[in-house]
């Protein structure tokens, strides 16, 4: 604002400077129009400011349609700030339900002694009453979205470089291992997917209404997340992990009623994954056949 007075000042100066020093008289014709005895100075300043004023009118329609276009981009970035706090809203929302409910479940569970004491989860003596139940459910409920496939993930980690003090089978340590991974995965566990765990090293994960693929996916994420960073125990030490990952998969093309051809159908793919080495997963329909070499 200071710069613009400054200017306008400076051209003030010239202005008057150029009157005082062309103060001739003169006349002026335009069309029929005579003006005698004019100060050419008066003139040409006069010339000037309608010069500026008509570069003003053409500039106006311009500038005015800018600003209306900030205006709108505005508004409309305003009303998107407001969506997506409202989504956003709605989504924590969300979450805190299925949180909720979660819990719930597993004050029920914990009620009922279901569950493992060690990492919290379900154990897994369950596992083959959940899979019969979500196979009577995807035959009650074709039309279901959510009963389209059921699915068994079974999870083995295990220490990639065990410590000589670790060698000995400290169950103390291995619990507290246990506990670690369980953590990890409940913290990335989906809400419509159920984890399993034996005590022993081993989980359990069911899921539906995904395909081979996107439950291969899933199983990838899990196993980023055990492996991508050392995991961190209670008492501060930390280790890594490589993890083993199999799964079956069936849906009505790939059909089964029998919950134990789909769990089997699992430990073949585990066994599978890991005859092929380190941090390697394999999901199957539950009938495709295993190649063997």
């Known amino acids: 604002m200071a710069l613009f007075l400054i200017f306008a000042l400076v051209i003030a100066f010239f202005a008057i400077a150029f009157a005082l020093q062309n103060d001739q008289l003169i006349t002026i014709n335009f069309f029929l129009w005579q003006l005698e005895r004019q100060h050419l100075a008066t003139v040409l300043l006069l010339t000037s400011g309608l010069g500026v004023v008509f570069g003003l009118l053409v500039t106006i329609p311009t500038f005015l349609k800018r600003e209306w276009r900030i205006s709108r981009t505005k508004r409309q970035a305003s009303s998107l700030e407001t969506q997506l706090l409202a989504k956003q809203q709605e989504v924590n929302s969300q979450a805190r339900q299925a949180s909720t409910l979660r819990h719930s479940h597993q004050n029920l569970l914990r009620s009922l002694d279901l569950l493992d004491h060690t990492t919290g989860l379900v154990n897994d003596a369950v596992v083959p009453r959940t899979t019969r139940a979500l196979l009577q459910q995807m035959k009650m409920q ?53 984890l399993f765990s034996d005590n022993q090293g081993t989980f359990t994960c069911s899921l539906t209404g995904l395909d081979v693929k996107a439950i291969t996916q899933y199983a990838e994420t899990l196993k980023t997340f055990l492996t ?21 998969v069936t849906d009505k093309d790939h059909p089964t009623e029998s919950e134990k051809l789909l769990m089997d159908k699992a430990e073949e793919a585990l066994a599978l994954a890991t005859k092929r080495g380190r941090n390697r997963l394999r999901v199957m329909w539950v009938t495709d056949k295993l190649q063997t070499h």
């Open 142 to 194: 074709p039309l279901n979205p959510e009963f389209q496939s059921v699915g068994l993930l079974i999870i083995k980690p295990h220490r990639r470089q065990p410590n000589a003090s670790d060698l000995g089978g400290d169950l103390r340590k291995d619990q507290a291992l246990w506990s670690a991974i369980s953590h990890v995965l409940q913290q990335n566990l989906t809400v419509d997917a159920w």
């Open 228 to 248: 991508e960073a050392p995991l961190s125990l209670k008492d501060g030490t930390q280790t890594t992990l490589d993890v083993h990952i199999g799964g079956a």
